[in-house]
């Protein structure tokens, strides 16, 4: 059974920092994409970070962009995101998901393909809540 967990939402100040982590089982992590997406009431879901596990490609929203961080433990099956600078425009329910074929680091390198399609991912985590006061 696959289960994603993801973890380590929470109440910061506009500024601080603050550490996402989804934790994987009943695949081959090795094989696999995962991205975090955020979303908020009444709006789409959107992308923020994606990590290739196969060749470490990584790919940041603009919005996000030397301010968050993402990275890949393939041997404790996790992937993190690291927040820093965060802003009352990050407040948002964050989601980890897995995509296992529909991606193609290559493409995304080459601004081919958008590792941010929420149609391409196979599994979805339950979204941990990260609100940031101003």
């Known amino acids: 059974e696959v289960q994603l967990q993801a973890s380590g939402g929470g109440l910061v100040q506009a500024g601080g920092p603050l550490r996402l982590s989804c934790s994987a089982s009943?695949?081959?992590?090795?094989?696999?994409?995962i991205a975090w997406f955020r979303q908020v009431p009444g709006k789409e879901r959107e992308g923020v970070s994606w990590i290739s596990n196969k060749d470490e490609s990584i790919f940041y929203a603009d919005s996000v962009k030397g301010r968050f961080s993402i990275s890949s433990d393939n041997a404790k099956n996790t992937v993190y995101l690291q927040m820093n600078s965060l802003k009352p425009d990050d407040t948002a329910v964050y989601y980890c998901a897995v995509a296992t074929e529909k991606i193609t680091g290559v493409w995304v390198k080459l601004g081919l393909q958008t590792p941010f399609r929420v149609g391409d991912y196979d599994y979805w985590g339950q979204g941990t809540l990260v609100t940031v006061s101003s």
């Open positions: 009943g695949f081959t992590f090795a094989d696999c994409d």
